[in-house]
């Protein structure tokens, strides 16, 4: 896999929310349907020819019912209603660094509307205009076939027109102030204008309910609307929010270091990326994992494979269980080398500077650390038959993004995954963390202005009567639920212990990053905010079930909003059905 390949799978990876989403919403009268047809119909074509406030359209075509779209991987989507699809770009301009930059997006506007509006979020670096189908999840209605008028976005740059690789490849933009700032959130209040100028265009009235929904960075994106823009959105689903991005970059280069340290021989001044891998085996991994368990697995009332209780899962206790599995003499297969217990702790603790402060968030100890998933973001997948080396997510994206975008000035790196690998076991923390709320001359704004959303005032998105639903796996290897959990305490700190009036976060035990691992990750996240916000309907807990690579994939378990957690109505008596589990 080459490393544009790479980029652009995790991209579309975190544009998935790791749930089963339904995209509901109540149909339309018959009537106004039927007049949204029509009204559609004729003015899809007209669009070409239509301008508002520096909005160029660049296509807009209308499609007969029964449009098959390409999505990936092989993969093609339902055959489509009929809709107008439309494409075109704004505030187009040259940046500081000679590129032409715009913010290109795509709309589909069916043709029997439900009168709402869907935001779809983006992911990892962005610089992709997506189909505009209203993806959630995996194996769920296309929000396109349920009737939202739908609308994805590139966040200013093109992975096309702005990914010279002698400039850094993806991440070039982050050289240009406007286009860092269009990444971080001003292009999400952009599109969303043109949106909702195309919409009343083409409809000839406004949506009744607007929502968004992202994960990853399309979650940062759902949390840039709520505090920056808190009157856009009825709704906002922002799963795994990567609401501190620079500060989670660092947290990359962090980790890298740490596991390094396991494969790096004497002498080196750089590891080869591909070692990196080498640093745990999957056995190794596995045994990690047992340890967990062994610690904190039955504190939720039920020893099964699931650690529920994440965030009572002590590090003492666990490096208990680690160090009894350490190796007496040489490393050997069943045990674990000293230096590997110590990376995890360090790893898991988070990065700390000379001084002893926190630089970004602990990670919670949880069963996810043995998938697949938490391996390729923190040390790669080495090869293994026909499929080649994947590097680690986290130094071939994590570090070029925190050397150009991140950072003030920024850094252009090699556009290879080597070079990010070398430039994060260069990083000093005490000397180059400081870049991330610096400011230069042509960047008036730091890359944490502009980018971070992690404001604990949402006033104004309360006022606003808007709701907001926070999914976020337990091993999450990029952007720690314990951030999460830590940022909603302090809304609800500011709220006078009402936060879960409008927005609940859902702890996943067991989840990767946005889906997957040992974790019932399949659930209907976006249709449990649509009633919260239409009917009033308060999430009290989501079903979810296992997807089929768990060692369960008949489970399901109730997620339970933070604080609590789900815990068997026998304590000890082990069921795989949810409603033999109460939230508590």
């Known amino acids: 896999m080459t490393h544009r390949l790479l980029l652009a799978t995790t991209s579309a990876l975190c544009l998935t929310v790791g749930a089963a989403v339904a995209l509901h919403g109540a149909p339309a009268p018959a009537a106004a349907a039927q007049a949204d047809a029509g009204r559609s119909g004729t003015r899809c074509a007209a669009l070409a020819?239509?301008?508002?406030?520096?909005?160029?359209?660049?296509?807009?075509?209308?499609?007969?019912?029964?449009?098959?779209?390409?999505?990936?991987?092989?993969?093609?989507?339902?055959?489509?209603?009929?809709?107008?699809?439309?494409?075109g770009m704004l505030?187009?301009?040259?940046?500081?660094?000679?590129?032409?930059?715009?913010?290109?997006?795509?709309?589909?506007?069916?043709?029997?509307w439900n009168r709402r509006f869907l935001f779809q979020g983006g992911g990892g670096t962005d610089g992709n205009v997506d189909e505009a189908l209203g993806v959630i999840a995996e194996g769920q209605p296309l929000g396109i076939s349920r009737g939202y008028a739908v609308i994805t976005q590139d966040a200013g740059h093109s992975n096309t027109s702005n990914a010279d690789p002698a400039r850094g490849g993806m991440v070039a933009f982050g050289a240009d102030p406007q286009a860092r700032a269009d990444y971080g959130h001003a292009s999400l209040k952009a599109s969303y204008d043109a949106a909702r100028a195309i919409i009343?265009?083409?409809?000839?009235?406004?949506?009744?309910?607007?929502?968004?929904?992202?994960?990853?960075?399309?979650?940062?994106?759902g949390m840039a609307f709520a505090q920056r823009y808190p009157d856009a959105f009825d709704g906002i689903l922002a799963a795994a929010p990567g609401f501190a991005l620079p500060k989670a970059a660092i947290a990359e280069a962090w980790n890298t270091q740490q596991f390094a340290a396991i494969v790096r021989r004497a002498g080196e001044a750089s590891v080869p990326i591909a070692r990196l891998a080498e640093s745990f085996s999957d056995a190794d991994l596995r045994l990690a994992r047992d340890a967990?368990?062994?610690?904190?697995?039955?504190?939720?009332?039920?020893?099964?494979?699931?650690?529920?209780?994440?965030?009572q899962c002590r590090t003492d206790a666990v490096l208990g269980r680690l160090r009894a599995r350490v190796c007496h003499g040489d490393k050997a297969a069943g045990c674990l080398a000293p230096i590997q217990i110590d990376a995890l702790a360090k790893a898991y603790a988070g990065p700390h500077d000379s001084r002893g402060r926190?630089?970004?968030?602990?990670?919670?100890?949880?069963?996810?650390?043995?998938?697949?998933?938490?391996?390729?973001?923190?040390?790669?997948?080495?090869?293994?038959?026909?499929?080649?080396?994947?590097?680690a997510?986290?130094?071939?994206?994590?570090?070029?993004?925190?050397?150009?975008?991140?950072?003030?000035?920024?850094?252009?790196?090699?556009?290879?995954?080597?070079?990010?690998?070398?430039?994060?076991?260069?990083?000093?923390?005490?000397?180059?963390?400081?870049?991330?709320?610096?400011?230069?001359?042509?960047?008036?704004?730091?890359?944490?202005?502009?980018?971070?959303?992690?404001?604990?005032?949402?006033?104004?998105?309360?006022?606003?009567?808007?709701?907001?639903?926070?999914?976020?796996?337990?091993?999450?290897?990029?952007?720690?639920?314990?951030?999460?959990?830590?940022?909603?305490?302090?809304?609800d700190r500011a709220t006078g212990g009402k936060a879960a009036s409008f927005v609940r976060v859902f702890p996943v035990p067991g989840m990767g990053h946005c889906s997957g691992g040992p974790a019932t990750d399949r659930f209907d996240a976006f249709d449990a905010l649509v009633a919260w916000v239409e009917r009033g309907v308060a999430p009290d807990r989501i079903v979810a079930r296992a997807n089929p690579?768990?060692?369960?994939?008949?489970?399901?378990?109730?997620?339970?909003?933070?604080?609590?957690?789900?815990?068997?109505?026998?304590?000890?008596?082990?069921?795989e059905r949810a409603e033999d589990f109460l939230c508590s």
């Open 91 to 112: 505030a187009e301009h040259v940046g500081r660094d000679g590129q032409r930059y715009a913010i290109r997006f795509k709309m589909r506007l069916p043709d029997q």
């Open 49 to 87: 020819s239509w301008s508002r406030g520096g909005i160029r359209i660049t296509a807009a075509t209308p499609h007969a019912a029964g449009l098959v779209v390409a999505m990936g991987n092989g993969a093609s989507s339902a055959p489509l209603p009929a809709h107008c699809e439309v494409s």
């Open 549 to 575: 690579a768990s060692p369960w994939p008949a489970r399901t378990r109730p997620l339970c909003p933070y604080p609590k957690i789900a815990r068997p109505r026998q304590p000890g008596h082990a069921s």
């Open 358 to 391: 926190a630089l970004y968030a602990s990670f919670p100890w949880d069963a996810g650390l043995s998938d697949d998933g938490w391996r390729v973001w923190k040390i790669g997948l080495a090869a293994q038959g026909p499929r080649p080396m994947i590097p």
């Open 200 to 221: 009343a265009y083409v409809y000839g009235g406004d949506p009744v309910h607007s929502y968004f929904a992202g994960c990853s960075k399309g979650g940062q994106e």
């Open 393 to 491: 997510i986290n130094a071939a994206m994590g570090a070029p993004a925190l050397a150009t975008i991140f950072s003030t000035p920024p850094r252009l790196l090699a556009a290879t995954p080597q070079a990010g690998m070398d430039y994060q076991l260069a990083y000093n923390v005490d000397r180059d963390a400081p870049a991330i709320f610096a400011t230069a001359p042509g960047f008036a704004r730091s890359a944490w202005s502009d980018i971070a959303a992690r404001s604990e005032d949402l006033s104004a998105f309360r006022r606003h009567g808007a709701k907001m639903i926070v999914p976020h796996g337990g091993s999450d290897p990029v952007f720690s639920i314990n951030d999460t959990i830590a940022w909603w305490s302090g809304v």
């Open 292 to 311: 967990v368990l062994e610690a904190c697995d039955a504190r939720d009332g039920l020893r099964d494979g699931i650690v529920g209780a994440f965030a």
